[in-house]
């Protein structure tokens, strides 16, 4: 059940008052959310990100697999800070607040990455932030995303590469991202899964198993030390946030239970 911190949280998000240096604030009003509040969408995740530009090795290690090419502006809130929440403004045209919800344990894909795995529940809201010139809003922090999305599922059995685009079924999304954020450059790579709860788990470690089958090019393993969401990475940044506000979450600490299979091989 949605805590009703989240229910007031999200409320009050319908409406967000930005500031302009030397101007008169700027109030944004949200339209009502494309699904419904008390629902929103469960999602689980684990994400590693990683100084430098992306390598080409790297981008040829990910294209053995068919995928979809995206470019697009995000702005994360930063300050205040809002303890379990993130917030960002999704291409100039949606709010969109995630609530944490914890941690089920460590992706384990033996000799080739572990990462902890978080869930998530996601809203989004059509919405029209003012221009900013090309600078960041206060508060609120801009990255630059070229994103690279392989979608699975294991609807149909073993798990297979989807042509379905999001939202449209159960399963997990796989991306490689270049990243860019006030002239520094930066990659991720990620696991989304979504879809009825009892699948998440299992969708994100077959995902995973596949997509290690072969390890990432040098020899390189994702850690725990690179595992992080985009705004936990971007509150650890010099000068993120307010120092007096609540952080946004503390490091998730995983639960004892640990997964831990080889590649190829998703747990039973």
Known sequence: MLAEAHRSTLTGLARITMHRQGQEQVTMTAAQPVSPV???IRSLEVRWIFP???ETAVA?????????????????????????????????????????QGS?????????????????RKWAFPFGPPSQGGRDPDGWRLVRK???????????GPI??????????????AELTEVLSRGEAWWTLGFESVGPPHLLRSQLE????????????????????????????LLQWPGAG?????????????DPLHFHFGPGQSTP
């Open 52 to 54: 430098g530009r992306l």
């Open 104 to 120: 089920p344990g460590i992706l384990d894909v033996a000799g080739c990455a572990r990462g902890r795995m978080e869930s998530w």
């Open 160 to 173: 297979r590469v989807s042509g379905q685009g999001p939202g449209e079924e159960p399963g997990c999304a």
């Open 146 to 156: 070229t994103r690279r999305i392989s979608r699975f599922s294991v609807a149909s």
């Open 242 to 254: 307010d120092n007096h506000a609540q952080a946004l979450l503390s490091a998730p600490q995983p």
């Open 60 to 100: 040829g290690w990910f294209a053995r697999f068919p995928a979809e090419l995206e470019t697009r502006e995000d702005t994360y809130l930063l300050s205040p800070r809002l303890r379990g929440l993130s917030v960002k403004l999704r291409a100039g045209a949606a709010l969109e607040v995630k609530a944490y």
């Open 38 to 40: 008390t629902e929103g």
């Open 206 to 233: 077959a995902a995973a198993a596949l997509v290690f089958a072969e390890t990432l090019p040098g020899e390189m393993e994702p850690g725990l030390n690179d595992s992080r969401s985009y705004a936990e990475w």
